[in-house]
C-alpha cells in the first residue's frame, strides 16, 4: 500500500471528482440504499478508494449484508482506513475514512460475520473495483 497521504484543496478534489464523488468523499454524504454499483459485484477483485487509489478491500471479504451498501468484513490491511467516530444524525456510529486521503467511505458495525465480527459498509461512489485478471 502507498503510504504517501494527499492533501488537495476543495477547489482542487472539485476538480478531480464527480459531483457525486465529491458529496461523498469529501462531503461524507450517503448513496441512497440499494443504489450503488458494487452493492451486487460477485467479480473478483480488490476495490480501491475512487479519490486517490489507495487500495481498501478486497473481494474475498465482501458479503451480502442486506444493508444496501457494499459490505466487507475487514479492509486488506489495518492501515488501509482510518476510524473516527461519528455522532452526526443522533447516532453513535464509526466512520470509515480512507487512510491516504481522509475521504469518507462509509461506517463500520459490530454486525459482521466471523472471524471479524465486523461489517464495513461502504458506498460504492467512494470506490472504484480493479477486476482480477
Known amino acids: 500500500m502507498e503510504n504517501t497521504k494527499i492533501e488537495k484543496s476543495e477547489e482542487e478534489w472539485k476538480k478531480i471528482l464527480t459531483p457525486e464523488e465529491f458529496l461523498v468523499l469529501r462531503k461524507k454524504g450517503t ?40 459490505s466487507f468484513s475487514a ?18 456510529r464509526t466512520e470509515v475514512l480512507c487512510a491516504r486521503c481522509k475521504g469518507h467511505l462509509g461506517h463500520v458495525f459490530d454486525d459482521g460475520p466471523k472471524p471479524t465480527g465486523q461489517r464495513f459498509c461502504m458506498n460504492s461512489v467512494s470506490l472504484r473495483f480493479m477486476k482480477k485478471e
Open 31 to 70: 448513496e441512497p440504499a440499494f443504489t450503488g454499483k458494487y452493492v451486487h459485484n460477485k467479480e473478483k477483485g480488490t476495490y480501491v478508494c475512487a479519490g486517490c487509489g489507495n487500495l481498501l478491500f478486497s473481494s474475498e471479504t465482501k458479503f451480502d449484508s442486506g444493508s444496501g451498501w457494499p
Open 75 to 92: 479492509p486488506v490491511a489495518p492501515d488501509a482506513v482510518s476510524l473516527k467516530s461519528d455522532r452526526s444524525l443522533f447516532m453513535k
